[in-house]
């Protein structure tokens, strides 16, 4: 999702801006994208499985909207999971990012996420994937969400949670700070990378019901440590040097620990991912008839 900004080039997403989040510019992050995707979403696919996103109850054609689904790193890799005859509507305002989402049997739609052209209950599954920490007001998106949601129908937002993004061996403390600047740095922007321990209550705040928290694993005893680069590695700072947040002494040491890391063959990674999933109300209350 992503909000206009006047006199832009191109529209930004509240604290996401793919040009400036990693070094290397949009080419760079495009291929980020792709890798994030390649680690989890085989763990995120079978909980998206078991919360009902190929469920084809209550509609003969169902319909999947990915909102914020930027270059479709997901979205490509989502379709083939999906049962025939469902419709897969891959949503974001930046034109240009979704443009790369294009593909067979996927609708991409640009648009804000606070205000889709969309009907009433038209939709039967909405999945929100490291959206929410970039904007500045999830409870309008989540209003919007259960607006476009048929009764009955599901919601499943993935994020992260700073204080508990997973686990390193061998750790280093001295990197505290590095990432304390970063997650200061989104939050200036509009952003919330804490926001995954407040799903749960931000869905049931929205009005959705029967809300569940799936918590998801990815190791590099799964995928090899320089998979983790881009996520992990210093070119995710350099950015942040640009824009005078951190400073190169802080990127030097970032980028030593890293490479100490890919380099120990004993070192491990864990990264944690959250996914909240809950169903929209089986009918609307008086105050939201129309």
């Not at 909102?67 to 997901?74: E, T």
């Not at 804000?112 to 999945?127: H, I, Q, T, W």
């Not at 918590?215 to 090899?224: C, G, M, Q, R």
């Not at 995710?236 to 190169?248: C, D, K, N, T, Y």
């Amino acid at each position: 999702m992503s909000v206009s900004v006047p006199g832009t080039v191109r529209p930004l997403g509240g604290s996401y801006d793919p040009a400036r989040t990693t070094g290397g510019g949009l080419s760079a992050e495009l291929a980020r994208l792709e890798s994030q995707a390649e680690l989890s979403f085989a763990e995120e696919l079978r909980i998206l499985r078991e919360l009902g996103i190929c469920s084809t109850a209550g509609s003969p054609r169902p319909t999947v909207l990915e909102v914020g689904a930027g270059s479709g790193a997901v979205t490509r890799r989502l379709r083939p999971a999906l049962p025939a005859g469902t419709t897969l509507v891959a949503a974001d305002i930046d034109a240009e990012l979704l443009a790369h989402a294009a593909g067979p049997g996927v609708t991409l739609l640009v648009t804000d996420a606070g205000a889709m052209p969309l009907e009433d209950g038209s939709v039967d599954f909405v999945l929100l994937r490291y959206v929410l920490q970039h904007v500045p007001d999830p409870a309008a998106v989540l209003a919007e969400v259960r607006r476009v949601l048929r009764p009955g129908g599901r919601i499943a937002c993935t994020e992260v949670d700073s204080s508990c993004w997973g686990a390193a061996d061998p750790a280093y403390p001295e990197l505290g700070g590095v990432h304390a600047k970063m997650a200061a740095a989104q939050r200036a922007a509009g952003g919330d990378r804490t926001i995954g321990r407040r799903l749960p209550r931000l869905l049931r705040a929205a009005g959705f019901e029967d809300v569940v928290l799936r918590p998801f694993a990815t190791t590099n005893d799964d995928h090899p440590t320089d998979a983790f680069a881009p996520q992990l590695g210093p070119q995710r700072l350099e950015p942040l040097v640009a824009q005078g947040v951190l400073s190169l002494a802080e990127l030097a040491l970032a980028s030593d620990r890293w490479n100490r890391f890919r380099a120990d063959p004993d070192a491990w990674v864990m990264l944690l991912g959250l996914t909240v999933a809950a169903t929209a109300p089986a009918c609307r209350g008086p105050q939201e008839n129309p």
